[in-house]
């Protein structure tokens, strides 16, 4: 893992209280649907591929959706995302396995669960589609992305810069995501992505996450190679299903 004392407050706690969890007793087997699959489908049917995420709060944002999550994953599928992605970190974003695991069996889209996943045992929590790496917290990226396919998950490594790209691909990774958000200081730039995807392979599929809120941001992102777009608090606030559909079609 890379030096803590480079990131955020809030991120370093995160990982402390990720690195306290008990891992479950029994290893998961997975019987998952294609994530970076439902991406292209869309794509292939004239729509923005959207990752909508089901994220109660979080130390970025103000407030707190106290919707049953359920319905919120409900309406996002009905304004037409194509996959959904559920926080199950329950210290700073009130996410829990539980919640994933009622969103899994209500939708009919592959769900990412996203965490801070630091070793093989934490995959165990709860059946997913995909599951997020972050390369940055990694010491082994390549172990962690064959124990999550070992499990049936597809696995989504995260990165931020090209040094990190180049990670993942030795990884293995086919399934990319860049991070605009600097996990050092928590800002974004769209720029990031911008910067990062001419380098990676066209078999990758990429996906773009953070600071995604409008059809003209969606359409930058998919302009520069983007396969997909993962959004949260876009989609999380007003009108879950019309915040969606804008996306969806920009």
């Not at 009622?102 to 889209?109: F, G, I, K, T």
């Not at 390549?142 to 990670?167: I, N, Q």
């Not at 990676?200 to 059809?215: F, H, R, W, Y």
């Amino acid at each position: 893992m890379n030096a803590t004392d480079e990131l955020a407050p809030a991120v370093r706690s995160i990982l402390t209280a990720a690195a306290r969890r008990t891992p479950p007793d029994e290893r998961v087997d997975v019987d998952a649907q294609s994530f970076s699959g439902a991406l292209a489908a869309a794509d292939a049917d004239g729509r923005v591929p959207v990752v909508a995420e089901v994220k109660p709060t979080s130390p970025t944002t103000e407030g707190e959706r106290t919707d049953d999550p359920v319905e919120l994953a409900e309406e996002m599928v009905a304004g037409g995302a194509s996959a959904l992605s559920v926080l199950t970190e329950p210290e700073h974003f009130g996410g829990s396995p539980e919640t994933l695991r009622r969103v899994r069996e209500a939708v009919d889209v592959p769900v990412l669960r996203k965490d801070f996943l630091l070793e093989p045992a934490h995959l165990d929590a709860v059946e997913a589609d995909a599951v997020l790496l972050i390369v940055r917290f990694l010491d082994d990226v390549e172990g962690m992305v064959t124990a999550a396919r070992e499990r049936g998950f597809e696995p989504l490594v995260e990165v931020h810069d090209e040094g990190e790209l180049e990670t993942a691909l030795e990884a293995g990774a086919t399934l990319v995501g860049v991070n605009n958000r600097d996990l050092a200081s928590l800002t974004v730039d769209l720029g990031t992505f911008e910067r990062v995807a001419p380098a990676v392979p066209d078999d990758v599929t990429l996906v773009a996450e953070s600071g995604i809120s409008t059809p003209a941001e969606a359409r930058r992102m998919r302009e520069a190679g983007a396969d997909g777009l993962l959004v949260g608090s876009a989609v999380m606030k007003g009108e879950t299903r019309e915040q969606t559909e804008e996306l969806v079609n920009a």
